[in-house]
């Protein structure tokens, strides 16, 4: 037991990702066999087993971990920040005080489809903006990470810093999911353009974190949909009421159709819960042309 604690340590120490690590076995016996489209690895194990980790390695006494599987998964911190409420230094939480955030994750609709189930007895926070959906993908490359990649979602909520917290309101995302690759973090939400991260996110310390708000470098595809907010800060573009990935003229129909009107509605770019000229002026009509560039 001593031994296999202070193998654990000393992985932990070296700030070993798991996804390059490959399994070891230090076993009283075994073997290992190949034929013709099979091999065959045994070892003997103890009767009594623990598993132990540090969050990104597992070690398991006993029995031999297969090639996959080896992280025991993800804690993930993201900053990110929405155009609409954005006044500097944060973004307003009026959707909140005015009580229209749903209780239930909002993605259940096309195009997102979100079958998560996601939902609190009451916003965990006066600090909550609105909901978000972050999605992972497993690429080579930020350009082969098409959604046949994606590998989980995970519906949260923004705060007005532009924290990512989980149900509680206050912790950093887990999931639960390993990858081959490079991890992708995609963050949508129902009315600005979605944005993928420029590259592979990485752990450090046992936290995969990224910042969206520093430059337009941050995001694949830059500035085609994402905004400088005030000289020193980014954020995801607001205007896409219908959510097809664009601004353009297929999203004034809904401010048209929902204009004096008050609530959770997709055309209420500003998140103060009304749709007014704020938000087709401000908004909408200066992001035209804008789109997302989160691979198909």
């Not at 993930?76 to 230094?89: A, K, N, Q």
């Not at 800060?233 to 129909?253: C, E, Q, R, T, Y």
């Not at 509605?265 to 704020?278: E, M």
Request: aromatic letters at 10%; one cysteine or more; charged letters at 15%.
């Amino acid at each position: 037991m001593k031994t296999i604690l202070m193998i654990l340590c000393l992985a932990a120490t070296a700030g070993i990702k798991a996804q390059s690590l490959s399994p070891v076995v230090i076993a009283a016996s075994g073997d290992y066999s190949e034929g013709t489209g099979v091999s065959l690895s045994w070892t003997l194990g103890e009767i009594a087993t623990e598993t132990f980790g540090n969050g990104s390695v597992i070690l398991t006494q006993g029995f031999q971990q297969p090639v996959e599987g080896i992280s025991i998964g993800i804690d993930l911190d993201l900053l990110v920040y929405l155009e609409g409420p954005y006044s500097d230094p944060e973004m307003s939480t009026a959707l909140n005080l005015s009580g229209n955030i749903p209780l239930f994750q909002p993605y259940n609709t096309a195009p997102w489809n979100y079958a998560g189930s996601e939902s609190v007895l009451s916003i965990p926070s006066p600090d909550v903006v609105d909901w978000v959906l972050i999605e992972l993908r497993d690429a080579a490359d930020a350009a082969s990470a098409v959604s046949g990649t994606r590998i989980a979602r995970q519906a949260a909520f923004l705060l007005n810093d532009g924290s990512v917290v989980g149900m509680d309101g206050s912790s950093v995302l887990q999931f639960g999911i390993t990858y081959n690759q490079h991890l992708f973090v995609i963050v949508w939400h129902r009315n600005h353009l979605g944005i993928m991260t420029a590259s592979g996110v990485t752990a450090s310390g046992g936290i995969y974190s990224y910042d969206f708000s520093l430059s337009e470098s941050q995001v694949y595809g830059g500035s085609m949909g994402y905004k400088n907010l005030n000289g020193f800060v980014w954020g995801m573009m607001a205007g896409d009421s219908n959510h097809d990935g664009l601004v353009n003229l297929s999203d004034k129909p809904q401010w048209t159709s929902l204009a004096g009107k008050k609530g959770y509605l997709d055309a209420d770019f500003t998140l103060d819960a009304q749709v007014n000229n704020k938000d087709k002026n401000d908004n909408w009509n200066s992001n035209q042309g804008g789109q997302s560039s989160v691979p198909d």
